[in-house]
């Protein structure tokens, strides 16, 4: 007679999940494993791998919302499935996204009457808000060549070379020339005077950035619209001028409200804000906002008629969820125009002391203006001993995540780092992190030794590879000037090659 | 002496939300309201009118998943404040969306060694991925076509008019020609002999659906190869094929293993699918693969070197939530392929249980196959008195939406009802459904007007009195609505779109 013993599996259940037996196994990483296995193990796995992740709110790269209120964080939540292109299935959140492309039109001074809509549209971001308005002008463009009978096949926009990465992008897949105005040192935004030179008969566009990613300055976006209405009247191009507004569409209108630079001027034909940066919403929402119906051409715009009603659209991306753009409402609703100039008022206060405390270090140089986004860009006075990158790399010992770039041509030589001020950056912070850098700088200074450690370091490697080469003496002495040669020209050119990606 | 009452504003924070004077005023809708209000009231008041949005779960027109583990829920609310592209900020989260590329790559049997990485990357939705992909085929093919001192201003991409609109939106404003295969009454995908005599040295692609958005069907990617193969032995034009797997790519590899539509088949160079849809996760991410890196052009790829590391990227968008990444991820490892092919099955046997409800009503015909995506697709044997419209809006009174399409040229005599079977769409929801569709039925057939109508339609030859004009005007009434109906019908752009 066989005995046969079942072994029941509710043992596996019994088990806390660090003692179960799937804490045991390596995580799978390339291929899709056999077996489920039971969610509480799923989700702590998960959720410890992702602690060695860089702290959001520590990460002062970055201009993306990381705080919101948990009102707002449970509208998120409860919308999670909603998928926003749905729109007759959901009319409210399908109308909520028109009453922010409303506000925000009306933000910017659009010229619609008290009752129009307004015509513009929510994006995953400012990417997708950039290719929309470059299309929308590349596509206004070849329309008025092909009606002149001129050649339409080579298209260029006019920029500055501080661009963020999506206009090379826009440039590149949808085969548009960028035309780059280069910067000068003491001079990192576009010049609107070489600008408007550099623009020719191809040109659709000139774009300008309000709030440049490098060191938060706003271009001069009304000597643009000047300079470039006077070459509209001798040559008669027509050059309309688009507006990057991802990070100071919701700085400007708050706290320099009599700043010329949105639908005032009448060459600014479209504007994109990022809801995720100032707009003060997680990390998913841009926005795209036209002057008028005729800046948008309609063959551009796809009709969806779902029983009945008619909803033009246009976009990049079709499903997507929902969260963000209920998050925008909220904050237009909770904060309001008060709230909103609060918010940014004491983001402003916060760079303000943040700038006075690395000042006050003497080692530093701020390269960022007071107006413009709350940013604070310093450089060092002397980078002989040592540069920002080592500063950058001390920092993130303390937790701080703070970059350092090289600027882009023809100021490649300087180098900066850049600390945003976003909303949850309070006082107590900026303090904090101020006394962190001072620590740091101490250690910079007292420490310069450092140079020659590292260059002992790098010779036993440079010993160990050149092995039964020539004389190990002879070896170490054109090692030790070398080495740190070559270890500047590695991060020299990794700096050169460094997009300015984060934003 | 003046008395002067002030206000005391302590008044407003103790008041409950409902009792507030916040209620009292109407949202703004056009412009920024110029002061704040309490969180309490805003998350309220935006709350309610929230509340007539449609119910997501009852959506039975979208692929798009509506239900996950409350585990999952808590991931991704910890990860919503998390910049998916600061790669160097969070090396986990973009591991994560490696591990998933190279998961999905390896179930669709791309050729990769055992230690090679896969070539593919995770974006908002199929429509960016679509893009990315089509992106890639025009510039190998330009370059091509560049390298042959051939004229490369009129690329075409060849597909069945049963596409997704997105394909559109690719074709429009990337500026490529879209070559639609038309359909017929009694065959609503894509014909691959019709789309390979489609084909000419300026085609950049063939677009194949797994999947159709219209009735769930599989389109014949096998056969599609066989006959592109031989048409390129002959024109030495190398035309690849790209697969649309929005729907189902999440659904063969686990319910018919044995069906050759992936990277098997050597002309297939790149593939799409949502993880949105059956991959099981909520709406905002998708997948791109390609078979290998020299399907993929490298001048469109952007690397961006963050203190050191270099990391190719290939997106339309940049800055987004990390949930949706994360979430994908959870999925792969919680369910395993064990599990993924369990929740494929059960929404096939639920699909099963309700086509044999509605068949038994006698009153549908069933337009989609048993093998595809698990929808049922289905028409009214008789559309004389009440069409597809009609049950569809009948049947929203009871919560359900059910959407009710035409078919694309030359099937649009064709109306279907469809209803999707996703994840928590379970058996009791099923004989819900198929109860609630009786009972439409049973409204519809009773109401008088109608009938009234189509009676003196009948009779109209005859007479010439009085009587007559009252007849008419039901006559003509009723001529109008349906004028109307076949407007909007006409009207309606393949906007196919709810998926």
């Not at chain 2, 790559?105 to 992909?133: D, K, Y």
Request: hydrophobic residues 40%; charged residues 25%; contains cysteine.
């Amino acid at each position: 007679m066989v005995l046969t013993t079942t072994i029941p599996d509710c043992d596996e259940q019994l088990n806390s999940t660090f003692a179960s037996r799937y804490v045991r196994t390596p995580v799978p990483k390339y291929k899709m494993p056999a077996n489920p296995i039971p969610k509480e193990a799923a989700y702590q796995i998960i959720n410890d791998e992702l602690m060695l992740d860089g702290t959001p709110r520590l990460n002062l790269a970055s201009f993306v919302t990381t705080w919101m209120e948990p009102e707002c964080e449970k509208l998120m939540m409860a919308s999670m499935n909603k998928n926003y292109v749905d729109m007759d299935e959901y009319p409210v959140t399908t109308e909520l996204q028109n009453r922010c492309v409303n506000m925000i039109a009306r933000l910017f001074n659009a010229p619609v009457g008290e009752t129009d809509t307004a015509v513009g549209v929510g994006t995953v971001g400012s990417s997708e808000a950039i290719m929309l308005a470059g299309l929308a002008f590349k596509r206004k463009w070849q329309s008025k060549r092909k009606l002149e009978g001129k050649p339409y096949d080579k298209p260029n926009i006019v920029t500055g070379a501080n661009v963020q990465v999506c206009w090379e992008k826009f440039a590149r897949y949808f085969e548009v020339e960028l035309k780059e105005v280069k910067l000068s040192e003491g001079y990192y935004v576009m010049d609107p005077v070489k600008a408007v030179e550099m623009v020719d008969e191809n040109t659709i566009c000139v774009a300008a950035i309000l709030g440049s990613t490098l060191n938060g300055e706003f271009e001069n976006v009304k000597l643009l619209n000047e300079l470039l209405t006077e070459k509209n009247k001798e040559t008669g191009w027509d050059t309309p001028i688009h507006v990057d507004a991802a990070s100071g569409g919701f700085v400007a209108p708050f706290i320099y409200p009599n700043l010329e630079w949105d639908f005032r001027l009448p060459l600014v034909k479209s504007i994109n804000a990022s809801g995720h940066k100032y707009g003060l919403v997680y990390p998913g929402v841009g926005w795209v906002v036209w002057r008028t119906k005729e800046d948008l051409p309609d063959d551009l715009v796809f009709h969806i008629n779902y029983l009945g009603s008619d909803q033009p659209t246009f976009t990049l991306n079709f499903s997507k969820g929902s969260s963000q753009i209920i998050a925008q409402y909220y904050q237009f609703v909770r904060l309001g125009f008060e709230g909103y100039k609060n918010v940014m008022e004491n983001c402003l206060e916060n760079a303000r002391a943040l700038k006075e405390g690395i000042e006050k270090t003497g080692l530093f140089n701020i390269v960022s203006k007071d107006e413009g986004v709350p940013l604070v860009a310093f450089s060092l006075k002397d980078s002989s001993k040592y540069d920002v990158f080592e500063i950058s790399g001390s920092l993130r010992r303390f937790g701080w995540i703070v970059p350092a770039y090289t600027m882009p041509p023809d100021a490649q030589h300087i180098a900066v780092l850049r600390v945003v001020i976003r909303e949850d950056f309070s006082r107590a912070l900026a303090e904090r992190l101020i006394s962190d850098i001072v620590k740091v700088m101490k250690e910079m200074e007292t420490h310069p030794i450092r140079v020659s450690t590292k260059t002992a370091h790098v010779t036993a490697t440079v010993d160990e590879t050149q092995d039964g080469e020539d004389g190990g003496k002879k070896n170490i002495k054109k090692s030790a000037r070398e080495t740190p040669e070559e270890i500047a020209t590695y991060w020299r050119q990794l700096a050169a090659r460094k997009k300015t990606g984060v934003c | 002496m003046v008395l002067s009452k002030t206000f005391s504003k302590s008044d407003d924070s103790i008041h409950s939300t409902f009792a507030s004077r916040y209620v009292r005023t109407s949202l703004p809708r056009f412009k920024m309201p110029e002061n704040s209000i309490p969180k309490e009231a805003a998350f309220q008041i935006i709350n309610d009118e929230l509340m007539l949005d449609g119910n997501p779960r009852l959506n039975l027109a979208s692929f798009v998943t509506t239900w996950m583990e409350p585990e999952c829920d808590k991931l991704i609310m910890a990860s919503v404040n998390k910049n998916y592209v600061d790669m160097d900020e969070y090396p986990v989260t973009t591991e994560l969306q490696n591990r998933c590329v190279n998961m999905i790559a390896h179930l669709f049997n791309a050729p990769l060694g055992e230690a090679e990485a896969a070539v593919g990357v995770g974006t908002v939705g199929s429509s960016e991925a679509i893009m990315l992909a089509g992106l890639a085929f025009k510039r190998k093919w330009q370059n091509k076509m560049k390298a042959e001192g051939k004229p490369y201003d009129k690329p075409n991409i060849v597909t069945g008019a049963n596409v997704q609109v997105c394909w559109e939106k690719f074709a429009r404003y990337f500026e490529v020609e879209l070559k639609e295969v038309k359909l017929r009454e009694d065959y609503l995908v894509m014909d691959p002999v019709k789309a390979v005599e489609m084909v000419d040295e300026n085609t950049i692609c063939v677009a194949a659906i797994l999947g159709s958005t219209l009735n769930g069907e599989f389109e014949d990617v096998k056969l599609l190869n066989d006959l592109l193969i031989e048409k390129n032995k002959q024109t030495g034009w190398d035309t690849p094929i790209h697969v649309d797997a929005a729907s189902g790519g999440f659904i063969a590899p686990f319910l018919y293993p044995e069906l050759e539509w992936d990277f098997r088949l050597p002309l297939v160079k790149s593939i799409n699918v949502s993880g949105h849809k059956y991959g099981l996760v909520y709406a905002g991410i998708g997948w791109v693969i390609w078979r290998s890196k020299e399907d993929l052009p490298e001048e469109l790829i952007f690397h961006i070197n963050y203190l050191g590391t270099d990391q190719p990227t290939f997106t339309l968008n940049f800055s987004k939530g990390s949930s949706q990444v994360i979430a994908q991820y959870y999925q792969l490892i919680r369910l395993g392929f064990e599990g993924y092919k369990n929740v494929m099955e059960n929404c096939r046997e639920n699909m099963l249980v309700l086509k044999a409800g509605l068949e038994k009503t006698g009153r549908f015909n069933i337009v989609s196959k048993d093998n595809g995506v698990p929808l049922v697709a289905f028409s009214l044997k008789n559309n004389s008195c009440h069409d597809e419209f009609e049950v569809s809006d009948y049947l929203r009174r009871f919560g359900w939406i059910v959407p009710a399409y035409t078919m694309p040229p030359d099937a649009q005599n064709v109306t279907v009802l469809r209803v999707v079977i996703r994840e928590d769409f379970s058996r009791t929801l099923a004989e819900r459904l198929v109860i609630d569709i009786q009972k439409v039925l049973h409204e519809l057939d009773t109401l008088p007007a109608k009938i009234t109508a189509k009676i003196a339609l009948n009779g109209e030859n005859a007479d010439k009195n009085v009587t007559v004009v009252t007849k008419k005007s039901a006559i003509e009434t009723q001529r109008e609505i349906t004028t109307v109906w076949k407007k909007f019908v006409m009207e309606k752009k393949k906007m196919n779109g709810v998926c």
